[in-house]
């Protein structure tokens, strides 16, 4: 059964600062990883989905690594701001009795202080 | 812009009453998902369907029953809401069941509380 884990659930740092959030998966047969950010109280926003094939991707001061063999992922934000606080969630792609489905980490909590 | 968007954001409701939460999406997507969030616990797949008037079992659909009777709606009833059915409901969808295609996008969530 995959299991996804993302450590540390929270995280504390000053603005400007740059940080990397991590997720491991137990199974590395993944169709694909995705990055989403949620505000309290909100629904959940995609930030970046990189394919099994794919190493990374970027969309500005975001980018997204995988390691599909070793079972890891990382999101590098970069020069953090107050208006990145937010948890983070990450979720990997797998196939389940015929359809793909997504299993969830259960977040990190990142406050970026002014 | 992929838009979803669900019926109410907060719903309070009395043990053993239906409900209903709606989900809309505009993007002509093929799959709709519902899930539950609850501290600890993180989201949990409750039931998805594939097309029109087909659905899945999710992870926990014990409580629950689902209706997609048109392509953009997707309709989650709690036949008979139970205290422990109190949680955030997210909906989701996704253009189809291609690896390359299925980026899910959610809705703003739908805070039910059973009193």
Redesign the interface.
């Known amino acids: 059964k995959q299991e996804v884990t993302q450590i540390p659930a929270a995280l504390s740092v000053p603005e400007g600062e740059n940080l990397v959030l991590n997720c491991s998966f137990t199974d590395s047969a993944i169709?694909?990883l995705?990055w989403?950010r949620q505000d309290p109280?909100?629904?959940?926003?995609?930030l970046l989905?990189i394919?099994?094939s794919q190493r990374e991707q970027t969309s500005g001061r975001l980018n997204a690594s995988l390691d599909k063999s070793s079972g890891r992922s990382t999101l590098y934000i970069a020069a953090s701001q107050p208006g990145d606080s937010a948890t983070y969630?990450c979720?990997v792609?797998v196939m389940n009795?015929g359809?793909?489905?997504?299993v969830?980490?259960?977040?990190t909590r990142l406050l970026v202080s002014p | 812009d992929v838009k979803?968007t669900q019926s109410s954001r907060y719903l309070v409701k009395r043990t053993g009453e239906k409900v209903f939460l709606e989900c809309v999406q505009d993007m002509d997507h093929e799959n709709m998902f519902w899930y539950r969030q609850d501290p600890?616990?993180?989201?949990r797949?409750i039931y998805?369907s594939?097309d029109v008037k087909m659905k899945?079992k999710?992870d926990i659909p014990e409580g629950y029953s689902v209706s997609r009777e048109k392509k953009e709606r997707f309709s989650l009833i709690l036949e008979s809401a139970s205290t422990n059915q109190t949680s955030?409901y997210?909906c989701?969808s996704s253009p189809d069941?291609s690896?390359?295609h299925?980026?899910?996008?959610?809705?703003?969530?739908t805070?039910l509380t059973v009193l």
Do not use: I
Request: glycine content about 18%.
């Open positions: 169709y694909n995705q989403f109280g909100k629904g959940l926003t995609s989905l394919q099994s969630l979720a792609s009795t359809f793909q489905k997504l969830f980490g259960t977040g | 979803v600890g616990l993180g989201l797949l998805f594939y899945e999710g955030m997210l989701a069941r690896p390359s299925n980026e899910q996008f959610f809705g703003p969530g805070r």
